[in-house]
């Protein structure tokens, strides 16, 4: 099994044919870490998510063929909460320079990942009951408290 993370080749990367590689790629993942108790599943952490905002906003793929395929890859599955971590692009971009963590996908021109961050911003937008937007531009005790304050807020909810 070839590996989530490198389902898109630098020739493929805006291929319709990636996103059934990712789609499969993620059902055995799925599967493997889920069943029988998809309740207590752990998935990576750009799992659907990832696909629609990086496929689909960023490289221009068909939203709705993603959902699809996304869709049939995780037989409906949905995480009960999603954290995104926003930054202004620009700075994103920078954290991940200073990082060392650079990679091929943060090669890519300010356009690609301006729309990929409205992406995500648009799919929170959507479904603000499944959505946290923590703004990952302050101090990190800020944004660690923000986001335990959203996990806190989920969490007392599903206990009634």
């Known amino acids: 099994m070839r590996s989530a993370t490198t389902f898109v080749s630098p020739a493929s990367r805006a291929e319709p044919t990636s996103a059934i590689r990712f789609g499969r ?6 599967t493997r ?15 659907r998510s990832w696909s629609a905002s990086y496929q689909g906003y960023g490289h221009g793929l068909d ?13 409906g599955l949905k995480p009960d909460l999603t954290i995104l971590l926003d930054v202004e ?19 890519y021109a300010l356009a690609f990942h301006q729309r990929v961050r409205q992406g995500y911003l648009g799919m929170a937008a959507a479904e603000p009951e499944r959505w946290v937007v923590v703004d990952a531009g302050r ?3 800020e944004v660690a408290e923000e986001v335990w304050r959203g996990v806190s807020k989920r969490l007392e909810g599903s206990r009634k």
């Open 25 to 30: 790629c993620f059902t055995i993942s799925r």
């Open 33 to 47: 870490r889920c069943n029988p108790a998809p309740r207590f599943c752990s998935t990576r952490p750009h799992g």
């Open 63 to 75: 939203l709705g063929a993603l959902r699809a395929i996304t869709e049939f890859a995780t037989g």
């Open 89 to 107: 692009t620009e700075e994103g971009l920078r954290r991940r320079r200073s990082s060392g963590e650079w990679n091929r996908l943060d090669a």
């Open 139 to 141: 101090a990190v005790e």
